[in-house]
C-alpha cells in the first residue's frame, strides 16, 4: 500500500468510541483498523469533534494530518458523516493537493437524508421525539450538524461550495438493511421507519437505517452490499454476526487501492 488509511467516524456521541444514547458499543471501527494493520497497511484513527459541524470537524482533521504524515498523502476511508468531512478536507483545505490520495464514503449521505429533516423538524419545533430522545440522553440541540445533512443543504449548498478536485480518487460504497431479513439492527429500526415516513422521494428507497441508497454513491461506487449502518462498521449488537461480509467488503476496498496505485 503506498499511502497509509485513516478512518473516519460518522456522527458518533463520543467521537471514536461508538455510544448510541446511554448504550456504550465500543470503538467506532470494531477490528477493523486493525485487520488492516494485520497486513502491513499504515492506519490511523483520529477522534473529531462529537458535535462540530462539517467544517469545523473537517479544520480539526487537516490539523491532524499535517503533524501526523507531515509531507505524505494519505487515503481517507469515512463512514456516514466522515466522508463529507473527507471530502470538505480534500476539496477546500487541502489547497496544494499535497494531502488526499483519495476519498472513499462509506454510506455517506452525500445528498442528504430525509432522517435530517424528520430531526430538524423535532428540534425546531420541539416535538415529542425531541424530549424522548433527551430523556434517552440524545440531545439533538447539541448536534450542530444535523441542518447541514437535509437533502436540500447538501444538494443547494454543500455539493456546489465542494467539488470534487481531479487530484483526489473518489469511491463509494452503498449499502442498506431490512427488518425483515434481519440484516437491520433493531438499534434502527426507528430510524429506517422515519427515513420511510418523510414526503420526500428519497424516502422511497431502501435505506441503511440512516441514509437512502441513492445518497450514498460518488464518485466510483466500489462495492453495493446489505449491510446496515452499524453492520458497516462492524458492529452487530442484538443480532448474529455479520462480520465475514464485513471483511470482504473492506478487502474489497484495499483490492482497489492496490489497483489504483494508492
Not at 68 to 76: E, I, T
Not at 97 to 111: F, H, K, L, Q
Not at 151 to 176: C, G, I, L, T
Request: charged share 20%; net charge positive; hydrophobic share 40%.
Amino acid at each position: 500500500m503506498k499511502h497509509p488509511i485513516v478512518f473516519l467516524h460518522g456522527a458518533s456521541m463520543k467521537g471514536p468510541i461508538l455510544q448510541v444514547g446511554p448504550l456504550p458499543l465500543g470503538d467506532y471501527w470494531q477490528r477493523l483498523p486493525d485487520y488492516y494493520r494485520a497486513k502491513g497497511v499504515e492506519v490511523a484513527v483520529p477522534g473529531l469533534p462529537a458535535n462540530g459541524t462539517i467544517t469545523e470537524q473537517a479544520i480539526v482533521l487537516k490539523d491532524y494530518l499535517r503533524n501526523k504524515f507531515p509531507g505524505r498523502k494519505v487515503n481517507l476511508i469515512g463512514h456516514s458523516m466522515g466522508g463529507l468531512v473527507a471530502r470538505f478536507v480534500a476539496s477546500i483545505l487541502d489547497k496544494d493537493r499535497e494531502m488526499i490520495a483519495s476519498v472513499t464514503s462509506v454510506a455517506t449521505p452525500n445528498r442528504g437524508s430525509p432522517l435530517s429533516n424528520w430531526a430538524w423538524d423535532q428540534l425546531q419545533g420541539k416535538k415529542i421525539w425531541y424530549w424522548a430522545l433527551r430523556l434517552f440522553g440524545y440531545d439533538l440541540k447539541s448536534r450542530k450538524f444535523f441542518s447541514e445533512l437535509r437533502p436540500e443543504y447538501m444538494q443547494k449548498k454543500f455539493n456546489p461550495r465542494v467539488p470534487d478536485v481531479p487530484e483526489v480518487k473518489y469511491y463509494s460504497v452503498q449499502a442498506w438493511g431490512e427488518p425483515w431479513t434481519w440484516t437491520l439492527s433493531p438499534l434502527l429500526y426507528l430510524p429506517y421507519y422515519f427515513n420511510k415516513q418523510e414526503d420526500h422521494p428519497m424516502a422511497k428507497e431502501r435505506n441503511d437505517g440512516l441514509v437512502p441508497f441513492s445518497s450514498q454513491a460518488w464518485g466510483k461506487v466500489i462495492v453495493q452490499v446489505k449491510l446496515d449502518h452499524l453492520g458497516q462498521i462492524n458492529h452487530h449488537t442484538f443480532r448474529v454476526s455479520l462480520e465475514p461480509q464485513v471483511l470482504n467488503l473492506y478487502e474489497q476496498i484495499l483490492e482497489q487501492f492496490e489497483k489504483d496505485g494508492l
